[in-house]
């Protein structure tokens, strides 16, 4: 499997974006805003068809459109209460877009496949170069404003009276999930990027209520969901999307069993 160059990339490709969607996740899941990642994908899809459609890479106008699609939510919802309204405005104008571009897009029904579903195993050496230093910013990012992303997620409230800005630390953040977004996908497309956004960090959140603990095995789960399906797509011949998936699906339900079954011992 490793005397291809396109594996070797699908596996570096696959670990960088598994590990930063699997830490930026574990935040998204804890401050209850997994609807975003969701929109911000579909913010990503129709930059990237707009980009196409002006002849410039699809991966720069995704990203660019989706952080400034992040950006915008983090400035409309100040609380997380009301996030939805915000993220949901958002997404409404995005599908539309994505729908007036699908419509001139249609001469490329295989770049769009790949958008929508991901392609992996065509990640080239220049994209792999793309992902990694979006993914070192993220990380470098997220750890900047790791300790009051948590203090305004669990106590928002208090937050405020301390003098922190939530709207300026949820622009910021979703900034983050947006760059996240734009990666994971390249690897599971527009329509799975919950897989690897937030498959693994609910799992890991059944299983550990520890911040750091439950950071550091959201980042093992999602690596280990991503490189397996890569190698299963490879002995199988069938999508790595939908093994990622199924792995993602298949470890939160046996999490969540476990936590039941502990639930009713105890």
Known sequence: MFEYDFMINAFIAGGVVALVAGVTGYFLVLRGQTFAGHALSHVGFAGATGAALLGLPPLWGMTLVTLCGGVA??????????????????????LGLGMLFLHFFTAYATQATALLFGNVLGVDTATLWTLAGLGLLCLAALAFISRPLVFCSLQPELAEAKGVSLRRLSMLFLAIVALATAGCIQIVGVLLVFTLMVGPAATAQKLTARLGPGVALAALLALAEAWCGIALAYYTDWPSSFWITVLSGAAYLAAAGAQGLRLTRG
Do not use: K, V
């Open 73 to 94: 939510m983090g400035a409309l919802g100040e609380r997380l209460q009301g996030s939805d309204i915000a993220i949901g405005t958002i997404l409404s104008l995005a």
